[in-house]
T-cell receptor, first 116, second 108 residues
Framework: DTGVSQDPRHKITKRGQNVTFRCDPISEHNRLYWYRQTLGQGPEFLTY????????KSRLLSDRFSAERPKGSFSTLEIQRTEQGDSAMYLCASTETTDGSNYGYTFGSGTRLTVV | RKEVEQDPGPFNVPEGATVAFNCTYSNSASQSFFWYRQDCRKEPKLLMSVYSSGNEDGRFTAQLNRASQYISLLIRDSKLSDSATYLC?????????FGKGTRLHILP
């Protein structure tokens, strides 16, 4: 386990279709984050998990978006009824926290979504 | 107003020059601070953490002024390989918040 893995790397879908992305964090990391990045912008926070618990969701995460981390290991991000505005890079990051201290975030290579 | 604001860029500088990036953050509850580097179509990668005492890593120097809510990054003797987008990042409430980034082009 050398890093954070995301699958697929690229996804092209037609408007209205559902898509699901997967993230496998670094195995000993208890926190997992999802971010979205559009061209020319920095990554924007979507949601995060501590183990299997989803602790916060951004207002960017509309009801068409759902994220899970069922066993506290990998996570999935699903987008239902995709819209062209969903086209972006979806980044996953993980980190380890101990006693409230954070040891840095490691990002995956991202899933680039294009909605046509 | 964005929570983390950076110079809009891009910066086009000749190889060997010194480059300075500036960043301000609006939430005084921000707890820790970082600079990330992002190459084109790649994921962000941690460049360095930023401490109030200032810290240096080779050609890179980062400074934090909590009173002014200001963060800086200085790159000395810039190399062609420094060309990338530099993202100012703050950690608040168990998540990291990114600035828009400043693109740097080092010219041969």
């Amino acid at each position: 386990d050398t890093g954070v893995s995301q699958d697929p790397r690229h996804k092209i879908t037609k408007r209205g279709q559902n898509v699901t992305f997967r993230c496998d964090p670094i195995s000993e990391h208890n926190r997992l984050y999802w971010y979205r990045q559009t061209l020319g912008q920095g990554p924007e926070f979507l949601t995060y998990f501590q183990n299997e618990a989803q602790l916060e969701k951004s207002r960017l995460l509309s009801d068409r978006f759902s994220a899970e981390r069922p066993k506290g290991s990998f996570s999935t991000l699903e987008i239902q009824r995709t819209e062209q505005g969903d086209s972006a890079m979806y980044l996953c990051a993980s980190t380890e926290t101990t006693d409230g201290s954070n040891y840095g975030y490691t990002f995956g290579s991202g899933t680039r979504l294009t909605v046509v | 107003r964005k929570e983390v604001e950076q110079d809009p860029g891009p910066f086009n500088v000749p190889e060997g020059a010194t480059v300075a990036f500036n960043c301000t953050y609006s939430n005084s509850a921000s707890q820790s601070f970082f600079w990330y580097r992002q190459d084109c179509r790649k994921e962000p990668k941690l460049l360095m953490s930023v401490y109030s005492s200032g810290n240096e890593d080779g050609r890179f120097t980062a400074q934090l002024n909590r009173a002014s809510q200001y963060i800086s990054l200085l790159i000395r003797d810039s190399k062609l390989s420094d060309s990338a987008t530099y993202l100012c990042v703050v950690n608040r409430d168990d998540k990291i918040i990114f600035g828009k980034g400043t693109r740097l082009h080092i010219l041969p």
